[in-house]
């Protein structure tokens, strides 16, 4: 008749709150070594893990809602302080250090709040899969909605045909341009001086940008 393998007692480490049952289990399959291997190296405490998950996606969260408040701090400026009159000088570096200290309490906020939730759930020693992957989507989404939105400005990608039409018309000291709509068949380059008149009109395709320089 087999012996059954032996029962040595095993304690769980007064860092990582898992229960005898979860050991137990471990060390009856992979022997007692393997096991105090995990615990000690291969885990981390909730808190932190949390902290982590509620950070990464909360750094882009931070800063969306910052350049919300940013701009509707500039906008009450505009309309109940100054108005179209000359600004401070001193306005754009206390915007911008209001911006940074929104951003920042923001951001430090979210990874509060994971660190909180993570705390409270360390007596489950099993890591919620959805709650990773739910970080991982929001990070993943944010920076598809960064990239497609560099795309369409023409910072990433190929440039566009009115971004190459208003370099050209400002490296000419041109006010504006313009094009025809796409559904006209005329691609063309307008450039207009400060008082909205045409002054230069070229076809898209003789302009060399790098030539102009």
């Known amino acids: 008749m087999a012996k059954s393998p032996s029962k040595t007692p095993i304690r769980a480490h007064p860092d990582f709150p898992f229960h005898e049952s979860i050991l137990r289990r471990h060390h009856d399959q992979y022997g007692n070594v393997l096991e105090w291997f995990r615990l000690d190296k291969g885990v981390m405490k909730k808190r932190y893990l949390y902290a982590l998950l509620f950070g990464i996606p909360g750094l882009f969260i931070s800063g969306i809602v910052s350049v919300f408040i940013f701009g509707a701090l500039l906008g009450m400026l505009w309309i109940f302080v100054f108005g179209d009159n000359p600004w401070p000088?001193?306005?754009?570096?206390?915007?911008?250090?209001?911006?940074?200290?929104?951003?920042?309490?923001?951001?430090?906020?979210?990874?509060?709040?994971?660190?909180?939730?993570?705390?409270?759930?360390?007596?489950?020693?099993?890591?919620?899969?959805?709650?990773?992957?739910a970080s991982a989507g929001l990070t993943v989404l944010f920076i598809l909605i960064i990239i497609l939105q560099q795309w369409s400005v023409g910072n990433l990608g190929p440039t566009s045909d009115s971004v190459i039409c208003s370099d050209f018309c400002v490296q000419k000291g041109y006010s504006g341009s313009g094009m025809p709509p796409q559904d006209s068949g005329d691609i063309t380059c307008s450039c207009f001086d400060d008082s909205g008149n045409e002054v230069l009109k070229i076809p898209l395709d003789e302009i060399d940008l790098d030539a102009n320089k």
């Open 89 to 133: 000088v001193q306005i754009e570096t206390v915007t911008s250090i209001l911006f940074v200290l929104v951003f920042l309490m923001a951001w430090i906020g979210s990874m509060a709040l994971g660190y909180k939730v993570g705390m409270g759930l360390e007596k489950d020693p099993v890591v919620n899969r959805n709650h990773v992957l």
